[in-house]
């Protein structure tokens, strides 16, 4: 098997709050995001962009998140109140990669929030074959505009994901997959 097949038979997601440092560096971070933009994109929209939180920009928007929750939830304790506020504060390195998919008169939308998603996976594996571990998450506060807006999104883009990059604290077990005479139909 081919170190590339190898990568993606043995590629586990790891928790936030089990990465740790150090990230990628700068100019890793940016061949990661060249890597990451190399998708199918159908009309050439780039109808993705990414943000790029490291340092206190992750504390920053996690405060956001954090008040947003309780604005909410004013029963929410001390407790759950820091754990939304570290949500994006566990990995070294989190990119947030926005949706810019929308109306097109040759290129469906859908076919724009696809190459959002494949821009995801492609970060996913360029960052776990550079040396990395990541997650790709989303959580509630990736739906709430108000958050949103504090990133700087505007009312027309979404988030595909928050892609947490890191070192993995320990090497995570394998979840169980699918079985392929489930998922498999062949016509």
Not at 16 to 24: A, H, I, K, S
Not at 136 to 155: I, K
Request: glycine share 6%.
């Amino acid at each position: 098997m081919n170190a590339t097949l190898d990568l993606l038979r043995t590629r586990r997601s790891v928790p936030p709050p089990r990465l740790d440092g150090p990230g990628p560096s700068p100019t890793e971070l940016d061949t990661l995001l060249t890597l990451a933009a190399r998708v199918p994109d159908h009309g050439k929209l780039a109808p993705w962009r990414f943000l790029v939180l490291e340092g206190e920009a992750r504390t920053r928007i996690g405060a956001t998140i954090a008040q947003t929750y309780a604005a909410d939830h004013p029963e929410a304790d001390a407790a759950r109140l820091d754990l939304e506020s570290k949500r994006l504060a566990h990995a070294p390195v989190v990119v947030a990669v926005v949706s810019r998919a929308g109306p097109h008169t040759k290129i469906p939308e859908w076919e724009q929030v696809l190459s959002a998603g494949a821009v995801c996976m492609n970060l996913v594996v360029a960052a776990n074959a550079a040396g990395y571990a990541t997650a790709w998450l989303t959580e509630w506060f990736a739906y709430d505009r108000r958050v949103l807006e504090a990133l700087g999104l505007s009312p027309a883009e979404k988030l595909a994901g928050f892609i947490h990059i890191g070192h993995p604290q320990e090497v995570p077990s394998d979840r169980p997959r699918p079985d392929l005479a489930d998922i498999v139909t062949r016509i």
